[in-house]
């Protein structure tokens, strides 16, 4: 596990007027008072009994000294030894990832969970469609913990369930009168759902249930090559910026690429743009990666001639067009893995595994493409505190923040990630 010495919250801390929010400049048990996404939001919540709602991680632990905190996250680590597994994704907080066991994207880190069949408990230090997908795939008798119930994602929530299936009837009215076939004459679907990691697991589920397949940033363009196998088109949720990037690089004009309103009549689309869609986007997208624009690529080569750019595919397509590469955040790492010393390279995706990639290179000139500071602000909820609490709890045999996902929804959805899993990223 590597341990960066860059703290972007130290940053936040230090200078929070160039933070992109700043209520991130607050004690996260006050900004958790803050309304935003959490608990509840994913149709397939359980939640705890009693529910710790956010903003109220006990008092004893909000006014306990960052080295008290950490003094407890170790000694609880040291008690539980092998029987917890603590994973951290590359946006968490360096404070607390520097104490996860695996670091990794979504994926990786719940198939890293699977390598420790000794852990009674993983504890995710994550948002909540993470947490979800552990205990989807770690075995039944292991639980899966989410610090602080308040890490949810905002761009998971911006596609609701009940949505989903509305637009699912209509699209089915619409196309009713299709017979379609392939050119071996097998009939296919009208459409196939395509559901990105980060959605809830209702969502995983429904795509489970209805011949669809769960991707992600690395196999997007596998994903929708399965798809377009078994159907003419694709219903792609949450995140418009994935679908049309990996879409219009597979070739695919955009005027085929309608946005779906699940509230509107007939989604808001002419009989025309039904009928030519091939790929049919919903309006999701992630307020980290949306803030980056052509115009810092543009200042990024001007002030550094020959620097290279990559971006992360939730970028908006015109970034996507003007970087020289994009890629999952496993794509970056190899990117700048790949690179020389002395080369300058500008990165667009969160900032926390910016700063950690600058740290882990110094040989290179690293940097973030967005100036303002803008981690993922539902991710920056799990805190230390958060951490020690959790952990304090199972050392006292109690669980706290256990995330399950009910038998039935977990079984379909585990169908849509296992076709996930054969879909191999390209480069693979
Ligand atoms: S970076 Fe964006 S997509 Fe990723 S967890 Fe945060 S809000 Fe969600």
Not at 126 to 151: K, Y
Not at 201 to 211: I, Q, W
Not at 230 to 242: A, M, N
Not at 244 to 269: C, D, F, H, S, Y
Request: charge should be negative.
């Amino acid at each position: 596990m590597s341990t960066s010495t860059v703290s972007v919250n130290d940053a936040v801390v230090a200078a929070p007027a160039q933070t992109c929010d700043a209520d991130l400049a607050e004690h996260p048990s006050i900004f958790d008072l803050v309304p935003g996404y959490g608990p509840g939001a994913s149709e397939g919540d359980v939640m705890p009994d009693p529910v710790v709602r956010p903003g109220q991680l006990p008092a004893a632990y909000q006014r306990m000294s960052d080295d008290e905190l950490h003094a407890r996250i170790r000694a609880a680590k040291e008690t539980l030894g092998s029987r917890l597994v603590i994973l951290g994704h590359f946006y968490q907080r360096d404070e607390v990832v520097q104490y996860a066991d695996f670091v990794g994207d979504s994926f990786q880190l719940a198939n890293a969970a699977l390598t420790r069949p000794e852990a009674e408990t993983i504890v995710f230090c994550g948002v909540h469609f993470m947490a979800e997908t552990a205990d989807i795939l770690a075995r039944p008798e292991q639980r899966v913990i989410l610090p602080n119930l308040a890490a949810g994602c905002s761009m998971a929530d911006m596609a609701d369930e009940d949505s989903v299936e509305t637009a699912w009837e209509q699209l089915m009215a619409a196309y009713a009168d299709e017979h379609l076939t392939d050119a071996d004459g097998r009939e296919i679907a009208s459409v196939v759902p395509v559901t990105y990691m980060n959605s809830s697991a209702a969502l995983k589920a429904f795509c489970g249930r209805h011949g669809g397949i769960v991707c992600t940033s690395s196999n997007a363009a596998t994903v929708l090559e399965w798809a377009f196998e078994r159907g003419q088109r694709v219903l792609f949720f949450p995140d418009q910026h994935l679908g049309r990037n990996t879409a219009k690089a597979m070739g695919i004009p955009l005027e085929q690429m309608p946005m779906v309103n699940a509230r509107k009549p007939g989604l808001g689309l002419s009989s025309e743009e039904l009928a030519q869609a091939r790929v049919l986007l919903w309006p999701g997208f992630c307020s980290v990666h949306k803030r980056f624009t052509v115009a810092q690529i543009d200042k990024a080569r001007a002030d550094h001639p020959g620097c290279k750019v990559i971006v992360h595919p939730e970028s908006p397509m015109p970034v996507v067009d003007a970087a020289d590469a994009a890629g999952s955040t496993d794509a970056i790492k190899k990117f700048v893995a790949a690179s020389s010393p002395g080369d300058v390279i500008a990165i667009g995706t969160e900032i926390n595994m910016v700063n950690r990639l600058a740290a882990q290179y110094p040989d290179r000139t690293i940097f973030c493409l967005d100036p303002v500071i803008c981690p993922c602000s539902t991710m920056y909820r799990i805190h230390p505190g958060y951490l020690a609490w959790t952990l304090d709890g199972l050392v006292e045999g109690e669980v706290r923040n256990e995330i399950v996902v009910d038998d039935a929804t977990a079984a379909d959805a585990k169908v849509a990630l296992e076709r996930m899993l054969a879909a191999l990223p390209k480069d693979a």
